[in-house]
Every structure is written in structure tokens, then in C-alpha cells.
């Protein structure tokens, strides 16, 4: 579903991906581990083109994206994928001069062209699944952290995407908002969407990750399951990257 | 009390202290400080060709002549021409002396001297144009069209004008005389009605090039000077010094060296201004007579503003969105356009759309047309800046999560960004609304009369100044306060709910 391969990406003098290559299959729970600034937003966000890369490929569900800065020619492209891949961000950027149910609304109107009775129809179901039902009417700021990230998931979500990134969705949010928003992750998890989560969550990645990557100076250095990564990792660096989470 | 009754006693003796007697006062300081406007240009008063900071001109000669008669030096001070009686009322002047008709609402407010001058009015028309041949063919156009006349704001034609073809005509009444002249020649005007020695003085001149005289001279009127209501010694004074003149033939020498010398002058000698000034309107009389034509004009300033400040929003928000999201060579010129349309005065702007423009694309605009263009292109700089101002208000995750959602980037900025931040431009953009209907005034350069202008006029003309100021700024408050409370509305409008997205 996404491949990437020998990613690289530099800011000015700093090299941020220096030839990071993973792979997440359709129905995976990919989970990227890291510590702060090793580039995993950055890969992440170069999957639905936020971000230009400087070489490498990457490829979601047939659609090639180039290196280099981004031409008009490429527009098109890039609106199709992203309408392929959604994004939860850390800090949710719901639109706050719409109400919950209009936020829902928004990607299948404005992106996708879908009638209103059609995207109302889905935001109705999709505010349901994360528990917010009650919220539709109301406006982004009246809602705590937690219920404003879930909102998020299912702005996403609404789209019916192939894929969704998560970039640390819960990293803005206190431990109680933290498990409802995993839950409902998990939830997605195990309904068989594709993901690929940006997490310090360890919890969340032990539970319901097919995958992990752990990621450390632009490089993915490790991949495997849960199990083998947490519990035998192979990398001196990823040992200690556990031990510092506290895992 | 005792306190209040002290201070009410000096502010009543006070006037009295400070306003001396104004021959008294010429003499005690040696000087005759006497006013007009170089703007309305020769044969009047004119900067010097060879010298720009002297003045030149037959009424500079004149101010002379009557310093010379009181034993004191004449004083030149520059001011508007139509705020010339403040200045006299304000004391800082003694006498107005520049062209001014005598005129009822004038002797009304200020004491006249004997006549000066007797003035006829010329119209001019561009050399090829055949279809006038007579002043009166002026009110009688072909096919029920109008012909379009320029004439000095305020002024005995404008008067004239009015009362012998009334709305058969469309005037259009300007600052300066040269502009009306140079208006005709780019052919934005049919003609224009010029006071005889205006005509005379630039018919030779580059500015008269291309115009032709139409016609006998029309009307018949004196200039005078004024001095101060009261101030008889003063009036008196003059009027020997001028008769004087006029007898031993120095007045006719003056004259002759400006070619104003003509045979109505012969009458000058016989001639009285009537002193006494006609039945003027005060109070509610003065409302009632004024008002009317005050809110007409107030109407141009309505109509200029609600004109302009849409353009220059819409172009605002254009370039700023070119700036923003358009190529980077765009942005720069873009840039330089705000810049270069901030950096200039309004008035420039509106001179290089209305006088320099025909002469350089040889097509004139009507000038309505082109104040609301100057307005709006002015404007559109500052709407430009708010708009920079509210758009980097909004956090870039606004944009990405729209984009991420795969909206184009036009319609993120549709749906999305730009209605986050007209929310935050309210504010300022009805700043702007606000002073733009106070900066329609400075359309009066290129004779569009609104409200300002009118009041002017009419202040320069009346001695119900007070009632006519008052009612402009009525009229300027019940235009700006609405505003106000639209654009508040607005405001808690936007921050409730939308009802609903629509597509």
C-alpha cells in the first residue's frame, strides 16, 4: 500500500532522512518509534506530499511522487492521494469557524464532491463510531483535547480512505485523553484499516501494531513485530531507545 | 462665582482687546497682510516664472499700490481661495484680495470694498469644435444631449452658469483654472466658462493652447476686496487709495500691462458694489435653503465610498492572494504596487488618473469615474496589508489539514482559510470604510463637488456658516455611525454558527 525507499531530505545544512525505506501493507498497523527528532513526522508527512523530498520513491497504492519541489503539473496527483490517505496531526487543526458535524463534512464535500444528504449521512455514522454523536453541533473550542483529536480521526476517516497517518496524535494530550483516542485507534486497527502511526505510545504499538519501525537519525534501523522489536531488539540503539521510553 | 464671573468678563473683553481696530493694526505693524490663493493662477497672483518663491500678478500690484497708499508694506499670505473670509475672520489677514465677485451671501458676511475690477465671462472651446458658436448654445444642445462645462468651484461662472442654463447643462466645478482649460483640450469637456482675464491671460499661454474663444464676453460683475464686517476705517481707506488710482490712471496702468484693460473699465470709476448684502437665510431659514444641495452632495460621498471600498477590497484581496500563493516574480511587482500606491498622496494618484492619463492614452474619464478609481486603487494598497495581516493570522495546520483532506489549494482558501480570516478583518476593513468616506474630499481636485467641497462653497459664500457646518457634520455622522453598526453586526454575525456547510 505505501512503500517507501531510500528517502532523503535535508534543511539547509541538516540532513533529516538519510535513506529511510519502509514498507506498510494493506491492513497494517505500521507504527514508526523514535526519538524527537529523528524524522519520523517528516517521513511521514512526505507520504501525502505536506513535505518535499530530496530523493528516493515513494509510492501509495499505484501513485508515484517525485523528488524535488512541487510543480502544478502535479497538483492533480497529489489531490488524488490525498484523498486516498488521510491525517490525524498532533495538534487536530479542526476548522473552528465550522461545527463538528460541518468538519466531518468538509473532506467529503469540498474534496470529494459528495452531495450534502451523502457527506451528512457519513459524518452521522462516523461521530457515532468515535462516540461523539451528541458534539455535531457543536464548535471545535467547546470540546477537550481527546474529543477534538477523536474529532479529527473522523474528519479523516469520512474520506473512507485506503490509508491514514497519524502524526503523534496523542503527544498534545493528557493520559486519561490519551486511552480515548488509542481506543479508538485500536478500534481501527482492528477493523483492518491501514495505518501508519508516528507513537511514543507503547501501549498502544505492544497491543495493536502489525509492525514497528524504530527510526533513528533519518534511518529506519529496525523493523519487525512488537514482539521482536520491544521485547529482543537486534540495534544497541533501539535498547536504548526502549530503555528511555521505559518500556 | 466670583472666579467664573472674572474669566466670563476677560472672554468678553477679550475679543475686544485682540480685535483692534484693522487700520490701526495695519499701521502699528507697518505690514498689509493681504490673502489669496496662487492656485487660482494669473493674471491674479502667480509664483514668479524666473523666481517660484515671489509672486507675481495685477493683484499683487495692486496690494502694493494700496500698502503704498497707507504708508506700509504689503504682505502676500497664501491660503485656499475658498477659506479665504476664515482666514479674515480669524484675523490673520486684513484684506481678501483675489478675484472675488461681489455677491450677496458675501457682503452678507464681510464688508466690501468699491470695485476693483469689472469682470465678463468668456467661454472657451477647443479650436475644432464647430457645434458652439454663441454662449447661448450652451443651454440649447443637439438631440436632447448635454454639453459638459468645467468652471472654478465657487466662482461668478459657476453662478452664471447655473442661472442661465440651469440643468440644460452638466458643470463641473474645479479647484484651479488652468485644470478646467487642460480638461477641455483632452476632450473630457466640451468647454469651459472662464473669467475674461483668466481667458486672456492663458489664451496665449501653453495652457490656453488649442482652445478658441466662443462668443461675446457674458455677465458683468466687480471684484472687490474684503475687509473684516466693521471694519470701515479700513474699507474706507482702501476705497480712497483705489479711487485715487483710478483717477490719475495707475489702476489703467496696471491693468494694461496684464492686457485686462478693456472699455467696461471705463465704468469703474462710477461704479459702487452694492454694500448692503441681500436678505441672507439664518437659523432654520438657512437649513431649510441649504440643506437640500448639502444632501445632495452628501449623496456623491455615499456614492463615492460605497463605490470604491468594494473595488478596493476585491482588488486588496486579489493581490494579496497573488502575493501569497502566485509565482514570486508577481509578488514582488505586487509588492512595489502596494508600495508605490502608499507611499503617494491620494491627490497624486488622482491627478495622474484624471489630467495625465488623457493626455497620455488621449481618453478622458468622467470624473466620477475616475475618483472612484483613484479611491479604490488607493484604497485596494491598505486592504492589500490588512489582508497579509489577517491570512498569516491563520496557523499553516489549517492549510495542511485541508490540503491533507485532498481539497484543491483554491478551494482550502475558499472554504477554509479565507473565511477564518475575514472574521479578523472586519475590524480594520471598516476602519478603512470609515475614512474613506471622509477622504472623498480630496476628489474635489478633479471637480467631483461632495460633501466637503460643497460645504466650502457654500461656507465662502454665506454668513450662515455655522448652520452649514453644523449640518455637514450631521450629515458625515448619520454616514459614518450606520457603518459602524453594520460592520459591529457583522462581526457577531460571523462568529456564531454557520448553519450548515453547502458545497
Known sequence: MIAISNLTKRYGPTEVLRGASLEVRRGETAVVIGASGGGKSTLLRCVNALETFDSGTIEVGGIGLHPGPHSGEDEADRKRLRRRVGMVFQQFHLFPHFTIRQNVMSGPIYALGLSVEEAACRAKALLERVGLADKADARPETLSGGQQQRVAIARALANEPEAILFDEPTSALDPRMTREVLAVMADLAASGQTMMVVSHAMGFVRRSASRVHVMVDGRIIESGTPEQVLDSPQSPQTRALLAETGD | ?503
Open chain 2, 1 to 503: 462665582m466670583p472666579a467664573a464671573l472674572a474669566v466670563a468678563a476677560m472672554f468678553s473683553i477679550m475679543p475686544a482687546l485682540i480685535r483692534a481696530d484693522a487700520l490701526d493694526d495695519v499701521r502699528r505693524r507697518g505690514v498689509l497682510v493681504w490673502g489669496a490663493d496662487q492656485e487660482g493662477g494669473g493674471p491674479f497672483v502667480y509664483p514668479d516664472p524666473a523666481d517660484p518663491d515671489r509672486v507675481i500678478g495685477f493683484e499683487v500690484e495692486l496690494a502694493e499700490l494700496l500698502a503704498q497708499a497707507l504708508g506700509v508694506h504689503a504682505r502676500f499670505f497664501q491660503a485656499d481661495w475658498t477659506t479665504l473670509p476664515e482666514f479674515l475672520e480669524n484675523d490673520t489677514i486684513h484684506v481678501v484680495l483675489n478675484g472675488y465677485e461681489s455677491t450677496p451671501g458675501r457682503n452678507a458676511r464681510m464688508l466690501s470694498t468699491r470695485p476693483y475690477y469689472i469682470y465678463q465671462l468668456q467661454l472657451l472651446a477647443r479650436e475644432d469644435d464647430q457645434r458652439i458658436e454663441r454662449f447661448e448654445d450652451l443651454c440649447n444642445p443637439p438631440r436632447g444631449g448635454r454639453y459638459s462645462v468645467g468652471v472654478l468651484g465657487g466662482s461668478a461662472a459657476a453662478t452664471f452658469l447655473g442661472d442661465s442654463c440651469g440643468s440644460a447643462v452638466a458643470a463641473y466645478e474645479y479647484d484651479g483654472n488652468t485644470n478646467a482649460m487642460a480638461q477641455v483640450r483632452s476632450g473630457v469637456h466640451d468647454a469651459t466658462l472662464q473669467d475674461l482675464p483668466i481667458a486672456v491671460f492663458y489664451h496665449r499661454k501653453p495652457q490656453g493652447r488649442g482652445l478658441k474663444f466662443v462668443g461675446p464676453p457674458v455677465g458683468r460683475g466687480y471684484y472687490v476686496m474684503y475687509v473684516r464686517k466693521g471694519e470701515t476705517r479700513l474699507a474706507e481707506a482702501i476705497n480712497a487709495a483705489l479711487r485715487s488710482a483710478i483717477s490719475d490712471g495707475r489702476l489703467r496702468a496696471i491693468y494694461e500691462r496684464y492686457e485686462l484693460w478693456n472699455n467696461a473699465q471705463e465704468a469703474l470709476a462710477s461704479a459702487s458694489a452694492e454694500s448692503a448684502g441681500a436678505q441672507e437665510a439664518t437659523g432654520l431659514a438657512a437649513v431649510r435653503r441649504y440643506g437640500p444641495v448639502l444632501v445632495r452632495s452628501a449623496g456623491m460621498t455615499v456614492l463615492l465610498s460605497l463605490a470604491s471600498m468594494p473595488l478596493a477590497m476585491a482588488i486588496g484581496l486579489a493581490v494579496e492572494l497573488a502575493r501569497r500563493y502566485g509565482p514570486k516574480i508577481l509578488g514582488r511587482m505586487l509588492t512595489l504596487y502596494v508600495e508605490v500606491i502608499r507611499g503617494t498622496p491620494v491627490m497624486l494618484q488622482l491627478y495622474v488618473i484624471y489630467f495625465l492619463m488623457p493626455k497620455v492614452v488621449g481618453v478622458g474619464l468622467n470624473p466620477i469615474i475616475a475618483a472612484i478609481a483613484g479611491l479604490a486603487i488607493n484604497y485596494s494598497a491598505y486592504e492589500a496589508e490588512v489582508y497579509r495581516a489577517g491570512l498569516s493570522a491563520i496557523p499553516t495546520g489549517q492549510m495542511e489539514a485541508a490540503l491533507a483532506l485532498g481539497m484543491s489549494k483554491a478551494i482550502a482558501l475558499r472554504r477554509i482559510i479565507i473565511p477564518q480570516a475575514v472574521r479578523l478583518v472586519i475590524p480594520p476593513v471598516t476602519n478603512d470604510f470609515i475614512s474613506v468616506f471622509k477622504d472623498t474630499s480630496i476628489c474635489s481636485v478633479i471637480a467631483v463637488v461632495e460633501l466637503t467641497k460643497q460645504y466650502n462653497m457654500l461656507a465662502n459664500n454665506t454668513s450662515a456658516v455655522l448652520e452649514v457646518a453644523a449640518m455637514t457634520g450631521l450629515l458625515y455622522l448619520a454616514m459614518s455611525y450606520p457603518l459602524s453598526v453594520v460592520a459591529r453586526r457583522a462581526e457577531a454575525r460571523l462568529a456564531g454558527l454557520p448553519s450548515r456547510v453547502t458545497a
